[in-house]
Structures are given as C-alpha cells and as structure tokens.
C-alpha cells in the first residue's frame, strides 16, 4: 500500500535545443555545391497534469530528478533534427507548485508559480530548449559558403516544491476518536479505518454526501492534539488540507472529558496555524447521542456552547444514525450561504507555504 505523501521537492531539466549543422551539397557535376545544413531539434517541455487518479506524491518521494528528451542535431541534405519527446508528470488534483528562488544573500524561498484544481489541468513547469540554425539558413546572394551555425539552447532547470492541498467542501475535524471516520463513513459511501485508538486515521480520508440532488465532498482529517499546530501528534502534518474547505465541522466526543475544553484545544490550534482558517465557517457536532450517559448530558451541553462560545450544536450518532439527516441538511444550507462570500483573502492566505525550504528536505 502506498503511504500518503503531500510534500515533495524535485529537480526538473526540460531538454536542450539540438545544434545546428554546418553541411554542403555534394553532388556529381556540381563542384560547389550549396549549404544544406538543417537545424536542430527543439528539446522537450516538462509539463505537470493533474489527475483524480491519484491521491498522494508518493511517486515523487523516492526519485527527485526528471529530465525531458534532448533536440537532436540538425543534419546535411537541409534535415531537421528531431524535438525531444515532452515529459509529463502527473500530480494529484490539489496539488500547488512552488519554485525555490536563492536571493542575492543566497537564501532559499518559495514562490507559488501554480495551483492545479481541476483533473486534466495542464501545467509548463520547465520550457524546452530552441533548436539551432543550420548553415543553410545563413545563405544569402552575397554569403554563398556561410560556416556558421547556432548552438542549440540549454532548456529551462529549476528546482520546485510540490504541495498536495486535499479538496473538498467540508473538513471534519476534532480530537483522536472523536468518532469522525465513523461520521464519514455513515455521510458518504467512503470507508475509512475506523477503531478504538487514538490515530486511526493516518492519512485524509475523502467521501462524497448526497443529499436530494446535492453531491458535497467531506474530509475526515486526522485527529489534532494539543500542539498540533507546532509539530506534535500528526495534525501539523495535515491542518494545510483543511485550508481549501468552506466549511469545518467540529466533531466532539463528550466521553472524552468536558466538551468545552476538547472544542477549545481544537479552536487554538486552528488559530495558531492560520488566522484564514480559524475564521472559516463552522459547525459542532456532538457525537455518540446514542450513549445514555451524552444522552442525558446533553441539555447541558446545549446550555454550555451557547453561554460560553455563543454557539449552537448538532446532536447525532454515527453508530446509530440518529441526527444525520438534519446534519446533512445544515451542513447544504451552511455552503449555500457561503456561496457568495469573498474569498480573495483566503486566497491570498493559500499563496503562501506554511513550509519552510528545510522542512520539505526533511519530509
């Protein structure tokens, strides 16, 4: 099984320009024949395309070099080398491309130069190299038996980052067993890993709800710890997946201890990591109604989140069922008014890496 991966760095050559040949006719009876050298071959593009067939960079994290085909020489007779064959890396939907820049002190940053969204979204990460000019096209009436010839140009080198930014409507969000795989699983037809320990989830699991004519995709992020968002447990490794949700739903577990403190873990974390993420809409979720002990303590529940977060929560059981299908229905209404909400500052907020350059090396 390929393990999730979503950070990569590579090194990407696209081809060089095959040179320009110097040639001349040589033909019975005519002593000075004319130039007849071709011109090279235009080296090949790399390109990156974005496909739902993938869901991870895996592919990318045991080889970091990729090099397109070389143009080909130009020959005599006026034959024009061949271009070298385009090199096209396919990249998950929701991937965003950086490329790393050295400044004049010699330091390393990250400038965003794409962000693929969309499956068959094509992408020209490195430009091929141009062909040279044979000699045949520096005749003229007054240069009959022209030498010169162009060299072939080096194709484009850079160095990038690959970041993989899950998309999908909803991120589902709480502490360790929280009961979000068992939420996913009951909204949508996904099965994710679903035990009693804290981790289940390693990796974002994605599900699609139908509600009536609605189709919302949902993403079961892995449990966040106190920390999270400063490299304990495994949420700092995935809180950049819910940056492209609309709509957070915080699902919490009252068994685990008081309710109020696990939603204001999870709050703070959010608000440490990004200020765009932490403002995003949001809904809470009280799971596991069908235990007699949250059953009975869930007035008071109610009680609390409107008195000291200014909140109102959803009821549900993801063991049950019970609550789902009003769930499903806030969760329509809730993007819906969403829907014309600007999003220019959340855009900017996706332009810039929560990475650093060492970080990605040590991934």
């Keep these: 099984m390929k393990h999730f991966a979503d950070l990569a760095q590579i090194h990407v050559k696209a081809g060089d320009g095959g040179d320009g040949a110097v040639s001349f006719r040589r033909e019975k009876y005519i002593p000075k024949g004319g130039p007849d050298g071709g011109n ?4 090949g593009d790399v ?16 080889r970091h070099k990729f090099v397109a085909e070389n143009g080909e020489p ?11 064959e385009d090199l096209i890396l396919e990249v998950p939907v929701g991937t965003m491309v950086y490329k790393i820049i050295d400044d004049d002190e010699g330091e390393s940053h990250l400038k965003k130069i794409a962000d693929l969204t969309k499956d068959g979204q094509k992408f020209l990460l490195a430009k091929g190299g141009r062909g040279g000019r044979g000699n045949d096209s520096f005749k003229s009436s ?8 162009e060299e072939g140009t080096p194709g484009e080198e850079l160095d990038a980052v690959l970041e993989l930014k899950l998309i999908a409507d909803v991120g589902l969000i709480g502490l360790p ?5 068992s939420l996913l699983s009951r909204l949508t037809k996904a ?11 390693l990796a974002p699991n994605l599900g699609i709800m139908e509600y009536h004519d609605k189709r919302v995709v949902l993403a079961d992020m892995p449990g966040l710890i106190e920390g999270a968002s400063k490299g304990k447990g495994l949420g700092d490794e995935f809180l950049r997946h819910i940056e492209r949700t609309r709509l957070l739903v915080h699902v919490i577990d009252p068994m685990q201890g008081d309710p109020i403190d696990s939603y204001r873990v999870i709050r703070k974390e959010l608000e440490e990591y990004s200020k765009v993420l932490a403002e995003k809409e949001e809904l809470v979720v009280i799971n596991k109604i069908d235990v007699t002990e949250v059953k009975n303590m869930l007035p008071e529940i109610e009680k609390e989140f409107k008195s000291k977060v200014g909140k109102d929560v959803l009821a549900v059981s993801a063991a049950t069922g019970e609550g789902l299908d009003k769930l499903k229905k806030v969760i329509i209404q809730t993007l819906k008014g969403l829907e014309n909400r600007p999003s220019e500052k959340e ?14 090396k040590h991934y």
């Design 40 to 43: 090279g071959g235009d080296g």
């Design 47 to 62: 390109y990156l395309v974005a496909t739902e067939k993938l869901g991870t960079l895996y592919d990318f994290k045991h």
């Design 74 to 84: 130009g020959r005599g007779q006026k034959q024009t080398g061949k271009s070298g």
């Design 142 to 149: 007054t240069h009959q038996t022209p030498m010169e010839f």
């Design 177 to 181: 067993s929280a009961g979000k795989s």
């Design 191 to 201: 099965t994710p890993e679903v035990a009693a320990y804290p981790f289940t989830t």
């Design 347 to 360: 855009d900017r907020q996706l332009d810039m890496p929560v990475f650093t350059i060492d970080d990605v």
